[in-house]
């Protein structure tokens, strides 16, 4: 019996057994994400597609996103932010930046230029986007601006790196895994570059408005140009000896040493063709009217950052994260208290002229050792002279010790007080203290405060219309040094800020001097200078040196406004000397370990 | 079945029946109708109808007759005088067994043959247990034995003047003579601990010691109860093959890492062994009561873990449970209580050090200082430490000791039907961490479990046994909302010298764009409380198919697991100041820093797994003769779901499925020559279906040298003598990352924050979110390795002396890798280029383990020493070509450091101008590097292999033990060698990274450059701080420092009490105190803090010491 009981239950454990194997066999491994998307999903609706090509613009840097993400200011002769501690900054500010520790943007830029061909190769695949009202133009615009962010970043890669890798358009059957290319020359890249923008612009409309706004169209694509092909005129790419022996591995050189004055021609060209599709579109300087010239002025150069953008705005960021520069470089005395950190360095203080547009070693009344009877809507009795009847933009730009404060203020304070037991000095705050006395107040709105949070929300303007006439300013005097638009066009900027118009007669040489200041002055913080200094290849210089030492006021000193002891040039900012590699940053040391034919830029 | 008779004639002995009948009536009447049946076959009937024993030599039946009977309802005397009516035989009963014997022959015979008698015994413990089970044979007779009853109890007929030897395995056998007149006699058995490991832990199961082949090594469960939450932490140093180190202690510390034989694959693959719980994969083993643990097993060589398929090649952990024991309950109870304290704790400098040294820093690189003296010497005095605060934040924040306790109590009993044993536990930790009275919540830094095990085993029928086990625990983590070491972290963060603790006036401080007060977030930032439940079960049923061949059994599990973690965390940020001054009445002028959210926040996450493992196998185990063969043959399949917190995608909580046909076939031939093969076909959901299954397989030999006839001689000096071999492949199936599962599928996936773009004016934007690439497809398959054992055993001295020698070789292949040396103008990156099986490893190595016992007749001594060294190399990593060959990673240690070589400090401004260029400031009293490639440059390019790593070559245990009458010490101490920490990361150990107000210096920093005493040694260079780049900080071999370590993990000191007449009126058998103490000191060059903490910052709860005191209690 119990023989044949043990059978039983041997042959019904092995029959489940068996079953429970054989029940799950076919099915057991088969779970496998049903969520996962691909390219032929993305492209088979409207909606993704079109998310697909709206994040193509994702990698247009912010250049109100200061001094972390966007630091040339704080790189550059503009401003300091080593009070914080930010390894980048440091690096750069200590000559310590090298391929090991160099920032690394190509690497999402490449990225973006790899999703923009993607995207020109599929976007066609999405019938619900060719079956809606307009579709075929739709797609048209859309891969016009995919065609124009390639180039774009391109762009952006070259303006740090000098030459870099182009990639072959039809990428993937050109290339297959084998990236192992070199760079192309400065002048084969600017060409390849401008050829796509300008395929690219035949397929746009000028411009783009409301919710369109930030779309690339032609007036966009001239503007970048005309900044592409300044840059290329300019000694640092036109003729620059220093580099003829940067060269790829297999000889090509990729700087040419030969001067072309034509490119400046074409520069000029391009300036004036960007500033004529502007204006065709509306754009003009803004202005907003005050009480006096004066206040116009301030108001305009104040204001445009916010009510002016549509006015003046050639290129337009729509969303900005402006509230990290706002809290940055705002003074404590602001309510909430801001981080009170940008510090203009005072040879850029210096730099700002006169009201009547002298600079202050030609003005006679320019005066450190006063102070100021009677306080202005700028800043209150007691503000040492030196800070008095400057040109408008100082008071729309520059903070400083007795000027008003520039956001909403602290109960019962009126003025920003930099000096040491003031109410933003060095006292009462460990580490939130400008080094040179001086912060930096572009594109704070005057209703700006941090606790309650107050912000006035804003685009990020990337190309403004004066920057364009300066830039045609500029290749104008370089190519036809006596053109009388050289003065119309700095004119038109001078005098929106308020300053006479320049000197009839000036000498090439000098009126190069004037053009200069003016793109230092009124493009302020904007991301211009780190590399106008560079192609100008005068970084090194006087009135542009970017090493060494950088003066300030005395933070450590002074118990009141009007205290001399705060008001004495000291040494506040000491950077590293100057050295000729850090025109162009180096590509990353594992972009080099990985592309064999990719050369570093000489000395890193 | 000709092989079952076969079988049953080559019987030594004949088995006395002790069947399942307990309790059956006795005396009931007999019925019965034979016809020509044999004697043996109609005793056996009575003998089943009565219910009695039956006490009998199949040699005493010769010459007996066919029986044919009818008897009808007769007594059990009656029947059997039918029966044996007219047989050579007699019978007697006595109580309620039949003895059957040989006729008395004749007179003039009996002198020739010695007379037989009965003998009644009874086999006991020293605890007085009763043994079931045990073999009593006859000296020289082997065909007279039996065995012992559930109540130990024997009965057997022997000659006059007869030795009896008594065994049972897991006790040292015994001889006992039999004077002529014992007919009562009472045997005392003594455990074996070298017997107990007679049997070893397999995959799937138990191999004989003497048999196995493969890599294994044990530890036992009194090794285990040391004073921490888990086990991982306990077994470091004590089985030779594993490599833990234990990085942080303190309440609510995770384990200790894991490794068996070193690392030996990259950190991209799992690097830690298979953990198997009751013969379920991939449970947790912390966590689990030492006290609960029946066997804790490593399986180190291809031999043992082939079975584990791809799951193996890391090595294998398994720990039993113990199972329920026969007989009347036996309960244990085992309670204890220590004090805890840190083992290091670095010590800060003071606020005017701090603020020197910045100064210093600042001065020495040409800039201003940033203190003034009377500033600094009004944080010296206190003269208001509002506003010049001094503070030592490790002397604030914690307490100089916390307590730890234990409890458990056990039964175990059972008998013939059903064992079990139960077992509850309890382990409670605090920690050193301050508190404020604060009425709404206990933010005290604190861990409780309730542990629990009931391990049933029911003997359904002679045949078929049913195993059901449940365990599981219950665990209370309480800390402070902003965490356990997070708090250490904010104190080498926060500087001395900013603010105080608290403002006199009540109000918390802040410095804007610093880190918050560590004692602010120890004790009011809210408290965080996880409760961890975990329920595991396992169903076993093992049938034994003897009836189809003997030695067949077949064997079906199912275990389900569930865990369910509870995490309750109520937070909040109180407001923050900073006093910028006295007013004039001397009030403190404060500002609001952080406006907070001085609510507490509610937030409770869920996190829950399953687990389904089923397993079915057919075991073979028989012997014919010389040749003992066995074989196994078992399917099994594991379905995991993760709903734990790091599943962060749907591709990640799919549940992963396993699925695995394994075999084995042993063959041993006169216990001398041993042969052993392996094989696991198993499935993983990772892969394509072309490249879901996978084959692994091993192959072992061993020679029992001391089992040949020619070892004779010697045998008295080593008893034993053995070597084996072992080769075969296992495998490694997944990336440590749960979110990265089914690499053979490109995963796209919508942009993150920050890669967005929006169109429009302000007011009226739209934002599109685009798609990109996570994950290119690779065709991807297996990890393998391929390994070889080779392994000695020798004993000397009567097997007191064991030692065992193993050496090792691993190569490991299709490590799933990126291919990483894509440039990345690509627009691809090392973020999503697909996984390939590129990569490739060695490693190889030494074990030992020499052990001794002896037992003396007042006591005990024993040593045991265990070592580990192994060396692994990375081989191919895939990564792109060095411009030199000194840069490449191959062909060095997996994970070797690298960094630059430093040829001390810079003595004179012609040095530095002749050497090459360091990027940033370069002075005298700044380290110098060596050029390796000579461009002149020191950059990335002059970085080569540099030291050993963090986690150690060589891995060594000592435990010491003895006892003298009550008296038992042991002391095991810990070593690792071959092991160094780069001491140059974070805010304490790097000066000033992070500016003025943000990071605190460990006092080691004033051991530094000196502009007085440029030629002094020093631990620092010459100062900077964050505004002045430096080369200084790089990983170089002047921060690099020897970690070895020797520790005296753990010394116990225990009285046995024996007071008989005492314990007797307390109704307890035996009473154990103790002492105990854990990491009570350590030797090591490494001095910054606790070696075993590893790499980085020292920044985590340090590991503990604790002094312990126990009772342990067996009760009657």
């Known amino acids: ?604 | 079945m000709p092989g079952s008779n076969a079988l049953r004639k080559s019987c030594i002995f004949i088995f006395l029946s002790t069947g399942p009948m307990i309790g059956a009536a006795y005396g009931q009447t007999i019925t019965l109708n034979l016809k020509n049946a044999s004697l043996r076959n109609a005793i056996d009937a009575v003998k089943k109808q009565s219910g009695y024993d039956l006490v009998l030599f199949q040699s005493n039946l010769q010459g007996a007759h066919p029986v044919t009977v009818n008897i009808g309802a007769k007594s059990v005397a009656e029947a059997m005088d039918l029966i044996t009516k007219g047989q050579p035989i007699s019978y007697e009963l006595k109580g309620n067994s039949i003895v059957v014997r040989r006729k008395a022959a004749e007179p003039n015979e009996t002198k020739a043959i010695p007379q037989n008698k009965v003998i009644n015994g009874i086999v006991k413990d020293v605890k007085g247990n009763n043994l079931q089970g045990v073999t009593i044979a006859v000296e020289g007779q082997s065909k007279r034995a039996t065995t012992t009853d559930v109540n130990g109890r024997f009965i057997l007929e022997v000659p006059n003047n007869a030795t009896l030897i008594v065994s049972l395995v897991g006790f040292k056998s015994q001889e006992i003579p039999t004077a002529a007149t014992d007919k009562e006699i009472s045997v005392v058995l003594v455990e074996d601990q070298k017997g107990l490991e007679e049997v070893v832990v397999v995959g799937y199961g138990t191999q004989k010691k003497e048999s196995n082949v493969g890599s294994q090594a044990t530890v036992k469960r009194a090794e285990l109860k040391v004073p921490v939450a888990n086990l991982s932490t306990a077994i470091a140093g004590r089985l030779a093959g594993v490599v833990a180190t234990q990085r942080s202690g303190g309440p609510g510390s995770s384990g200790a890492n894991l490794f068996v034989r070193g690392v030996s694959t990259f950190a991209s693959s799992p690097q830690s062994p298979l953990l198997i719980v009751d013969g379920v994969p991939d449970r947790d083993i912390n966590n689990i009561d030492p006290e609960d643990v029946e066997s804790f097993t490593i399986l180190k060589d291809a031999t043992a873990t082939a079975v584990y398929g791809t799951r193996g090649a890391n090595g294998v952990i398994i720990i039993n449970t113990r199972k329920g024991k026969a007989g009347k309950p036996s309960v244990t109870a085992e309670i204890q209580h220590g004090i805890t304290g840190f083992t290091y704790l670095p010590k800060f400098v003071d606020g005017p050090t701090f603020m020197e040294l910045f100064n210093e820093g600042q001065v020495l690189r040409g800039k201003a200082p940033a203190y003034s003296a009377d500033i600094i010497e009004k944080h010296r005095t206190g003269v208001d430490p509002d506003l010049y605060p001094n503070v030592n934040w490790y002397d604030e924040l914690f307490k100089k000791n916390a307590a730890n306790s234990r409890a458990n109590v056990n039964i175990t009993g059972g008998a013939d039907v059903a064992q079990y044993y139960i077992s509850l536990g309890y382990y409670n930790e605090t920690g050193q961490f301050k508190t404020e009275d604060i009425e709404s919540y206990n933010a005290a830094l604190k861990y409780d479990r309730f542990n629990f095990t009931s391990n049933l085993g029911v003997n359904i029928s002679k045949r078929t046994k049913l195993d059901f086990g449940i365990n599981g625990f219950l665990s209370n983590y309480n800390e402070p909302a902003r965490g356990r070491d997070q708090i250490f972290a904010l104190a080498t963060q926060y500087s001395p010298h900013i603010t105080p603790i608290r403002y006199s006036n009540g109000l918390w401080p802040l410095v804007k764009g610093t880190t918050e007060n560590p004692y602010k977030a120890m004790t009011q930032s809210g408290i965080s409380n996880k409760y961890n439940n975990v329920v595991r079960s396992n169903l076993r049923l093992t049938q034994d198919l003897d009836f189809i061949t003997e030695g067949l059994k077949v064997n079906g599990l199912f275990a389900f697991d569930v865990t369910l973690d509870n995490n309750l965390k109520r937070s909040r940020n109180l407001p923050s100041y900073f006093a910028e001054g006295r007013d004039e009445n001397g009030a403190l002028k404060m500002t609001l820093t952080d406006a907070g959210s001085p609510d507490l926040s509610y937030e409770l996450l869920r996190f829950s797994t399953r687990r389904m493992y089923l397993e079915s196998s057919l075991n073979y185990t028989r012997s014919f003769g010389p040749h003992d063969v066995s074989g196994l043959l078992l399917f099994n399949q594991s379905d995991f779901a993760d709903g734990n917190e790091r599943v962060k995608s749907y591709q990640a909580a799919i549940p992963y499925r396993q699925r695995n046909v394994v075999g084995r076939a042993t063959y041993a031939y006169d216990r001398k020559y041993l042969f052993e093969s392996n094989f696991s076909y198993s499935g993983s959901d990772n892969f394509t279906p072309d490249n879901r299954y996978g084959l692994f397989a091993s192959i072992g030999a061993g020679w029992v040298v001391s089992n040949e006839r020619f070892f004779e001689p010697i045998k008295s000096i080593i008893p034993h003598f053995k070597l084996r071999y072992s080769y075969g492949s296992s495998g490694n199936a997944s990336l440590n990352d749960p979110n990265f599962r089914f690499l053979y599928l490109t995963k796209y996936q919508q942009e993150e924050d920050g890669y967005t773009y929006s169109f429009g004016v302000p007011g009226s934007q739209r934002t599109y979110r685009g798609y990109y690439e996570q994950l290119l497809k690779g065709d991807v398959t297996w990890e393998t390795s391929y390994r070889h054992n080779l392994g000695v055993e020798l004993n000397f001295f009567n097997n007191d002396l064991q030692f065992i020698a193993e050496i090792f070789k691993e190569d490991r292949r299709g490590i799933l890798m990126r291919g990483l040396d894509i440039p990345y103008i690509s627009g691809y990156n090392s973020g999503n280029v697909p996984f390939l099986n590129i990569g490739e490893t060695a490693n190889k190595g030494i074990d030992l383990t020499l052990e001794y016992n002896k037992k003396m007749t007042n006591g005990f001594f024993m040593a045991r020493g265990t070592m580990n060294y192994n060396s692994n190399k990375a081989v191919r990593d895939n990564l792109p070509p060095w411009a030199y060959p000194y840069l490449d990673r191959e062909g060095h240690r997996i994970s070797q450091r690298f960094g630059y070589i430093s040829e001390g400090l810079f003595k004179t401004d012609e040095q530095i101008a002749n050497s090459a260029t360091q990027p940033g400031d370069v002075r005298v009293g700044d380290i110098r590097y060596k050029d390796l490639n000579g461009d002149g440059i020191i950059n990335s390019m002059d970085q080569t292999a540099i030291g050993y790593g963090d986690v150690p070559l060589l891995t060594y245990g000592l435990t010491l033990g003895g006892g003298y009458k009550g008296f038992e010490l042991s002391m095991f101490f810990q070593g690792v060698g071959m092991v160094d920490m780069n001491y140059a990361s974070g805010y304490a150990v790097t000066p000033f990274s992070q500016g003025k107000t943000f990071g605190n210096m460990y006092e080691y920093v004033t051991d530094r450059w000196d502009p007085e005493n440029p030629d002094k040694e020093t631990l620092y260079p010459r100062l900077s701080t964050n505004e002045t780049v430096t080369t200084n900080y790089y990983t170089s071999t002047w921060w690099l420092k020897r970690a070895d370590f020797l520790r005296l993990k753990q010394a116990e000191l225990g009285y046995n009490f024996s007071n008989k007449t005492f314990l007797d009126k307390l109704s307890i058998s035996n009473l154990r105190l103790y002492v105990n103490g854990t990491n009570l000191f350590t030797i090591s060059p490494w001095k910054f803090w606790d070696p075993e903490m590893g790499d980085g910052r020292g920044v985590a709860y340090p590991n503990t010491r604790v002094f312990n005191l126990g009772m342990r209690i067996n009760f009657k």
């Open chain 1, 1 to 604: 019996m119990k023989f044949r009981n043990n059978k039983i239950k041997f042959l019904a454990l092995l029959t489940s057994a068996s079953l429970l194997m054989q029940g799950c066999n076919d099915k057991f491994f088969d779970a496998q994400p049903d969520n996962l998307l691909n390219i032929e999903s993305i492209f088979s609706n409207r909606s993704q597609t079109e998310n697909y090509w709206g994040s193509l613009y994702a990698e247009i840097p912010d250049i109100w996103n200061q001094p972390y993400s966007y630091n040339y200011s704080a790189i550059s002769d503009e401003i300091d932010a080593s009070n914080w501690a930010d390894g980048t900054l440091n690096n750069f500010n200590s000559g310590a930046i090298s391929s090991d520790n160099v920032p690394t943007p190509y690497v999402k830029q490449y990225r973006k230029i790899r999703q923009c061909g993607i995207f020109i190769n599929n976007v066609d695949k999405c019938q619900e986007l060719k079956d809606a009202d307009n579709g075929e133009i739709l797609i048209k615009q859309y891969k016009a601006e995919a065609k124009f962010l390639r180039a774009y970043y391109y762009w952006l890669a070259m303006k740090s790196l000098g030459p870099v890798v182009i990639l072959p358009l039809n990428e993937e059957d050109a290339v297959g895994d084998n990236y192992q290319i070199p760079r192309s020359s400065w002048d084969e890249c600017v060409d390849f570059v401008i050829k796509q923008m300008d395929e690219a612009a035949a397929d746009m409309p000028d411009d783009h408005t409301d919710t369109q706004l930030g779309r690339i169209g032609k007036m966009v694509v001239e503007a970048v140009k005309s900044e592409i092909t300044l840059f290329t005129a300019s000694p640092l790419y036109n003729g620059n000896t220093d580099l003829s022996n940067w060269r790829n591995l297999d000889g090509k050189q990729l700087i040419s040493a030969t001067y072309e004055a034509s490119k400046w021609g074409k520069a000029a060209t391009t300036a004036k063709s960007a500033i004529d599709i502007a204006e065709r579109n509306g754009k003009a300087l803004f202005v907003k009217n005050g009480a006096d010239a004066f206040e116009t002025a301030f108001l305009s150069t104040r204001n445009v950052f916010w009510d002016g953008y549509q006015t003046e705005g050639v290129w337009v960021r729509p969303a900005t994260n402006r509230n990290q520069w706002e809290i940055s470089s705002a003074p404590r005395a602001i309510a909430g208290t801001a981080y009170n950190g940008l510090a203009l360095v005072q040879e850029f203080v210096d730099d700002f002229r006169m009201a009547n547009g002298q600079s202050i070693q030609q003005s006679s009344s320019y005066d450190e050792t006063t102070y100021v009877k009677q306080g202005t809507p700028y800043f209150d009795t007691g503000t040492n002279a030196m800070y008095s009847d400057r040109e408008p933009r100082f008071y729309a730009y520059v903070t400083f010790n007795g000027s008003k404060i520039p956001g909403a203020a602290k109960s019962g304070m009126t003025r920003v007080e930099f000096y040491s037991s003031g109410n933003s000095g060095k006292n009462g705050a460990p580490r939130d203290w400008p080094k040179t006395g001086y912060t930096a107040r572009k594109n704070i709105h005057p209703t700006f405060s941090v606790n309650p949070g107050v912000g006035v929300n804003r685009v990020a303007m990337l190309i403004r219309l004066s920057e364009l006439y300066l830039n045609y300013a500029e290749a104008l005097n370089e190519s036809q040094p006596n053109h009388p638009d050289i003065a119309i066009y700095l004119n038109k900027v001078r005098n929106r800020a308020g300053l006479p118009s320049i000197a009839s007669g000036l000498s090439q040489d000098r009126m190069r001097e004037e053009i200069r200041l003016e793109r230092r002055i009124e493009l302020a913080f904007e991301g211009k200078r780190y590399f106008d200094v560079r192609r100008w290849k005068v970084a090194d210089q006087d009135g542009y040196r970017q090493g060494g030492d950088f003066y300030g006021m005395d933070m450590s000193s002074g118990t009141s406004l009007s205290d001399p002891s705060f008001h004495k040039r000291v040494v506040a900012v000491r950077r590293a000397e100057w050295k000729d590699r850090f025109y162009f940053m180096p590509w990353g040391q594992m972009e080099i370990d990985r592309n064999k034919q990719l050369v570093q830029v000489p000395g890193y």
